[in-house]
């Protein structure tokens, strides 16, 4: 009976978790118990902690979170992600319901941190021989460094529960696989789980180390494992979101009777932003008494190997070699390319225009379409050697993250890019090689080019591995500016370290750098906020940020923006007519502001209780 009654409330709770699935693993306490008996099993049995890491590249099924914002658009319009666009989210139809997916990953790391002292290492112990007493002190202090992986580990399903839901039941134990009834277990409270995460990182970043070691682990999971760096980014992270808006505001609930699961309070507000601040900034010390600083070159950070860089303090990588991000993302006029994440018009006037040489000698200024010298100059990077003291130039980070029409093209810049073939300028012209009216061709006029490997050639099947970026030091640069600037808006430190990311590659030979010029000195508080907002838009294009940040500023006017493109006609430099088009409306209510919990979840757990306006 006991048996029954944990099969029913496990699968209400874990949703569509298999019954037939769960009474397989009831039945098999044999292999239980090998797996926390045997070194190696539990070796695996850790790495498999890390497969619920979401991989953006693919965040719902070929669509990336950027098509939930304005950043992009999917080409493909029945596409699940469309949903969010539309304001077809509901109870029974969310793309990104995660809830079940994150729940079986905190089950799981409870049940791996339950068991750790039951790894039986005796028979190294015990042998007095030099090499095997070596052997027993490296594993022992491999088995104490997994609980704090696992902790880790397990904080980071939290958050990525807490940023979509607000306060989530908070299961921290392994409990009774018999005797628990899940359906049982109410919400927690925002604070409580904002606590709860922040806690776990704290306690787990004295006993991780600030580096990546490779070496130490099973070679089931290739890639970055979670170090010190990790577990303060993803406190910087929490507290960042926690001293936000969305997190403090609950005005737009609407009378909402259970606040506490979707808003803080009892803390004044600039105390929250000074938390997140010494966050990110504990993080940037430690960073640099390790000699961790920015990679000069951007665009490596999306490419091969990106694990191995310094800044990177967390990626997700698939270990296994593929092409289908490109199938997906090459433009239409190349062999196999779909073509589906077309960035927006939106972002591509985000990144700003620079006039003159050099960093400190430059300035910039944001694009405009109203200026004739901009819209002639729309995609520069480089310009022509002859008019070098006047040159007029984008932000090079357009170039490393967007494809654009070919015009750049000048004497001292060839704008070609492979695709697996020959080089040629992508034709996003009308009726150009990748333009309308071929089919699937973007809407908006450009391609994404953050994270595609250009090299891989699809009608030979060329294939690579590829790393999704998690944490990395430029967003804790971004998340101190942003949260210093709220509570102690002037200090020094607001500008340098946006600066920082700004001039990225300055001064030495990097392949991508990025060597825009320095904010301009006196900024009031609400500008420098603007800056750095728009900082973190073009910086951060692409990494799954964008969707969280205009929620937690409540930023309705760019949450509610029709989607942008361009229209290009003629088909030579001389030719070409650029003009802005409206290509799709979207549409935000203020009940997206948190997901929506299922309604198959409510039906059987008595203690959720949904969020507000739906």
């Not at 990182?201 to 010190?228: E, F, H, M, W």
């Not at 073509?339 to 620079?354: F, S």
């Not at 040629?424 to 009726?431: A, K, L, M």
């Amino acid at each position: 009976m006991k048996n029954i009654k944990y099969l029913i409330a496990l699968c209400a709770v874990f949703m569509t978790f298999s019954c037939q699935k769960l009474d397989r693993e009831i039945s098999t306490s044999i292999g239980r118990d090998l797996v926390d008996k045997v070194y190696i099993n539990k070796s695996r049995e850790i790495a498999n902690l890390y497969t619920g890491l979401p991989d953006g590249m693919f965040y719902m099924g070929n669509a990336m979170m950027a098509s939930a914002t304005d950043e992009a658009e999917h080409t493909d319009r029945n596409a699940s992600v469309q949903s969010f666009n539309t304001g077809g989210v509901n109870t029974v139809n969310n793309p990104d319901d995660v809830w079940f997916k994150y729940y079986r990953m905190i089950r799981a790391a409870n049940q791996a941190l339950v068991s750790l002292d039951k790894i039986d290492l005796n028979y190294l112990k015990n042998n007095p021989n030099a090499a095997a007493q070596t052997e027993f002190a490296t594993k022992s202090a491999e088995i104490k460094r997994w609980e704090f992986e696992a902790r880790v580990l397990r904080a980071y399903y939290y958050f990525e529960l807490v940023k979509r839901y607000g306060g989530v039941p908070l299961v921290k134990e392994s409990l009774s696989l018999v005797d628990t009834d899940f359906s049982q277990i109410p919400r927690a409270s925002l604070d409580e789980c904002i606590k709860f995460i922040v806690n776990e990182c704290d306690v787990s970043a004295p006993q991780l180390p600030p580096y990546a070691d490779l070496t130490a682990y099973d070679a089931s999971l290739i890639g970055r494992r979670v170090n010190k760096y990790t577990a303060m980014a993803l406190k910087s992270r929490m507290l960042l979101y926690a001293a936000s808006d969305l997190f403090n505001n609950p005005s737009w609930a609407g009378g909402y009777s259970k606040p506490e699961f979707i808003s803080l309070s009892g803390v004044p507000r600039a105390k929250r932003w000074e938390d997140a601040a010494n966050a990110a900034k504990s993080l940037i010390d430690v960073a640099t008494a390790n000699g961790v600083g920015l990679n000069p070159n951007y665009r490596d950070l999306f490419l091969l190997n990106n694990f191995n860089i310094g800044e990177v303090f967390l990626t997700v990588n698939t270990s296994t070699a593929s092409n289908q991000f490109e199938r997906n993302n090459y433009p239409v006029g190349y062999p196999s390319g779909g073509g589906l994440t077309t960035p927006t018009q939106n972002l591509v006037d985000a990144y700003e225009v620079k006039t003159g040489t050099g960093v400190t000698t430059a300035t910039s200024t944001e694009f405009d379409w109203a200026n004739a010298t901009h819209v002639t100059n729309i995609y520069n990077f480089i310009a022509p050697a002859s008019t070098v003291a006047t040159s007029v130039t984008r932000d090079p980070r357009l170039n490393y993250n967007i494809v654009t029409n070919g015009i750049a093209n000048t004497p001292t810049n060839s704008y070609g890019v492979t695709f697996g073939t020959t080089a040629r300028f992508v034709q996003t012209y009308i009726n150009g090689l990748d333009a309308a009216p071929k089919a699937n061709a973007s809407r908006t006029g450009y391609y994404i080019r953050k994270y595609v490997q250009e090299g891989l050639n699809l009608s030979n099947n060329n294939t690579a591995v590829h790393n999704w970026v998690l944490f990395r030091l430029s967003e804790v640069y971004l998340n101190y500016a942003e949260a210093l600037n709220e509570y102690n808006p002037g200090n020094a430190d607001i500008a340098k370290y946006v600066n920082l990311v700004r001039s990225r590659g300055s001064g030495v030979t990097a392949t991508s750098p990025v060597s825009m010029p320095p904010l301009p000195v006196g900024l009031s508080q609400s500008a420098m906020q603007a800056r750095i907002r728009n900082e973190r838009r073009v910086e951060l294009a692409f990494e799954d940020h964008r969707y969280w940040d205009l929620r937690r500023w409540m930023d309705e006017t760019n949450l509610k923006a029709d989607v942008l493109g361009v229209s290009i006609t003629g088909n030579t430099r001389n030719t070409f007519v650029h003009n802005k088009v409206k290509v799709e409306e979207r549409v935000f209510s203020s009940k997206m502001y948190f997901y929506p919990i299922a309604y198959s979840e409510l039906t059987v757990a008595k203690g959720l209780v949904q969020n507000p306006l739906w």
